[in-house]
């Protein structure tokens, strides 16, 4: 019992590390609107879709934060994110010549935080192991 707690606090954890991913997400938005407009632009989106971007960074990063409705959120934010990784292959096809690039590290914050997910994904399988 005791085991299995420690595997729901620790998948709990993750989630919610999750969920202020996404609410981070938002607040920059909101902080640095000009950030935002050249992430849309680059992609060729509308400008206007960032205010339903963030509402919806915030409600499920609240969302998973606060354990309610975590499914719907997941699959949102899955769908959202397969879309985005399809959508920006499509309009960048030149980005798979680059995949090297996740196999070394520099010292960015996109990096370090993909590092910090690596090493959050290898703790969660530890502990899940053993």
């Not at 969920?19 to 989106?45: D, M, Q, W, Y």
């Not at 975590?70 to 010549?97: G, H, N, R, W």
């Not at 995949?99 to 090493?119: G, V």
Request: aromatic share 16%.
């Amino acid at each position: 019992m005791i085991k299995l707690l420690k595997k729901l606090t620790l998948l709990y954890s993750i989630q919610m590390c999750l969920g202020f991913v996404f609410l981070s997400a938002a607040l920059v938005r909101i902080i640095l609107p000009s950030i935002a407009v050249i992430e849309l632009e680059t992609l060729g989106l509308p400008l206007n879709i960032s205010n339903f971007i963030i509402f919806f960074e915030i409600i499920c990063g609240l969302s998973l934060i606060f354990n309610i409705y975590v499914k719907y959120s997941l699959l949102f934010l899955i769908s959202s994110m397969i879309s985005a990784i399809i959508f920006s292959i499509y309009k960048f096809p030149e980005i798979i010549f680059n995949l090297s690039e996740l196999f070394i590290f520099n010292p960015t914050p996109t990096d370090i935080l993909l590092h910090l997910f690596y090493l959050i994904l290898m703790l969660f399988i530890l502990k899940l192991k053993f």
